[in-house]
C-alpha cells in the first residue's frame, strides 16, 4: 500500500484528502508542517508528499526545498488555491502542481501519475545539473549513460 503525506495547516483540506484517498486504497498521514516535519518523513517515509504552499508560518516553497535536501527520492506535489504559485521559481522543484479544487479528481490523477514514474529512494540517485536542479535517473539509465560520454 502507498504512503502518502499530506502537509496543510488546514484541518479540514487534511481531513477531505484522507478520506478521498484513503478510499483510493492509499496509506495517509497527516502534518501542519509546524513542527519534526523531516523527522516525521524520515520515520514514516512516504512514497508521495502532498505539500501546500502557504502554511500559517512557513513557506511550503521553503519547506520544499528543505524536503528535497533532506529526501532526494521522495515526490513531492505542490497545492494551492494560488495558482499564481506555480510561475515562482522556487516550485520548480516539485514533481507536480495542483490548484485546490472540490472535485479531486486532477489531485488523484497527478497521485497516479507521480507514484507511476516514482520508485522507492534507495533505487534512485540525484544528477546535479549545471543550473542547480536535479534530476533523479534510473538505475537503467545511469549505466548506458556511463557508455554514452
Avoid: W
Amino acid at each position: 500500500m502507498k504512503r502518502i503525506l499530506i502537509i496543510d495547516d488546514d484541518p479540514s483540506i487534511q481531513l477531505l484528502y484522507e478520506e478521498e484517498l484513503s478510499e483510493e486504497g492509499y496509506e495517509v498521514i497527516s502534518s501542519d508542517g509546524e513542527k519534526g516535519l523531516l523527522q516525521l518523513i524520515a520515520a514514516k517515509r512516504p512514497d508521495l508528499i502532498l505539500l501546500d504552499v502557504k502554511l500559517r508560518r512557513r513557506s511550503g516553497l521553503s519547506l520544499l526545498h528543505d524536503i528535497r535536501n533532506a529526501f532526494h527520492g521522495i515526490p513531492v506535489m505542490l497545492t494551492t488555491a494560488y495558482p499564481a504559485f506555480q510561475i515562482d521559481p522556487k516550485s520548480v522543484g516539485a514533481d507536480a502542481y495542483v490548484t485546490k479544487n472540490p472535485d479531486l479528481t486532477g489531485l488523484k490523477q497527478q497521485i497516479k501519475k507521480c507514484l507511476a514514474t516514482s520508485g522507492p529512494p534507495e533505487e534512485k540517485r540525484i544528477i546535479p545539473r549545471k543550473n542547480a536542479q536535479t534530476t533523479v535517473v534510473e538505475p537503467a539509465v545511469q549505466l548506458s549513460m556511463r557508455f554514452h560520454k
